[in-house]
């Protein structure tokens, strides 16, 4: 479905290779989706390494709460 502008125009492919430089408008829907591909991993490691940091502090927390209700909680015998 993004193609479709693409396929329907193709001048502005072409339009963009010359204003890149690029000899042929493929190699240009080339480096676009390339581009794509890479900024899309940056994100996706971006948000993992945040949930992973959020993991951490709720495992911290649960393990104070659970020394803290250890504490709290009367001795049982044996």
Sequence with gaps: MALLPIAAVPSIVESVSD????E???NTILLASVSLL?????HL?????RVEARTQDLAEEFALLR?????AEPAEAD
């Design 45 to 49: 490691t971006y948000e993992l390494s």
């Design 24 to 26: 042929t408008p493929s």
């Design 67 to 71: 020394a803290r209700l250890d504490l």
């Design 38 to 42: 890479f900024a899309t991993t940056v």
């Design 19 to 22: 204003l890149l430089g690029i």
